[in-house]
Nanobody
């Protein structure tokens, strides 16, 4: 089973950038779709981006143009580049694995990392 560990979160000022990493182990990464979700306090977990093994990318409308997902199968890692950060991006960011295709819903993913905190504040 695929195991996932997120890193790269932190405190950043509005307008700044972060690159989150999702390092995987235990199985062949290119067999899975990897999604990024976020959950702000008091809110439901929402999908922000997903990439399938073949490289097709999906983005939530709210993050298009600012978030870029990529994967390096040789390093078993999926990245989420976040530019022009806004206070409303503050959340815990999770990566998750699905067998096959992406889903916008958390229920479509079977394995999760522990999350990394992103805080956007001046």
């Amino acid at each position: 089973q695929l195991r996932l560990v997120e890193s790269g979160g932190g405190l950043v000022q509005p307008g700044g950038s972060l690159r989150l990493s999702c390092e995987t182990s235990g199985s062949t990464l290119n067999s899975y779709a990897i999604g990024w979700f976020r959950q702000a306090p008091g809110k439901e977990r929402e999908g922000v981006s997903c990439i399938v093994g073949g490289g097709i990318r999906h983005y939530a409308d709210s993050v298009k143009g600012r978030f870029t997902i990529s994967r390096d199968n040789a390093k078993n890692t999926v990245y989420l580049q976040i530019d022009n950060l806004k206070p409303e991006d503050t959340a815990i960011y999770y990566c998750a694995a699905a067998t096959g295709s992406c889903s916008r819903y958390p229920g479509g993913f079977h394995s999760w990392g522990q999350g990394t905190q992103v805080t956007v504040s001046s």
